[in-house]
Nanobody, 128 residues
Framework: QVQLVESGGTLVQPGGSLRLSCVVS????????IGWFRQAPGKEREGVAC????????YYRDSVKGRFTISGDIAKNTIYLQMNSLKPEDTAVYYC?????????????????????WGQGTQVTVSS
């Protein structure tokens, strides 16, 4: 059974930085698609950044390019999302998702395929 637990969300001022973590258990990293998603109040959930074992391209949505970085530490079974230059519009609940599949990062992040394993989410609020 795959389990994901996010942490690191908090209140931060505009222009600040945060690093979110997602610990993944019950999952081997032989073949995978992993991503960070977010959902703001009144809006649909959207893909933020995704990586995949079969795809050399990392997907970032346009609004976070140059500010956010997704990375992983397989030895710690942990995925990170480094968020810099945060803006009020980044305020949302952030979720990580992981599947033992070989989806492209674009497919995984844009809704072409639906992730099946989700964490409980962590709240990020960007406000002065």
């Amino acid at each position: 059974q795959v389990q994901l637990v996010e942490s690191g969300g908090t209140l931060v001022q505009p222009g600040g930085s945060l690093r979110l973590s997602c610990v993944v258990s019950g999952f081997t990293f032989d073949h995978y698609a992993i991503g960070w998603f977010r959902q703001a109040p009144g809006k649909e959930r959207e893909g933020v950044a995704c990586i995949g074992s079969s795809d050399p391209n990392t997907y970032y949505r346009d609004s976070v390019k140059g500010r956010f970085t997704i990375s992983g530490d397989i030895a710690k079974n942990t995925i990170y999302l480094q968020m810099n230059s945060l803006k009020p519009e980044d305020t949302a609940v952030y979720y990580c998702a992981a599947d033992p599949d070989t989806w492209t990062t674009y497919s995984y992040c844009t809704g072409y395929v639906s992730p099946t394993n989700w964490g409980q989410g962590t709240q990020v609020t960007v406000s002065s």
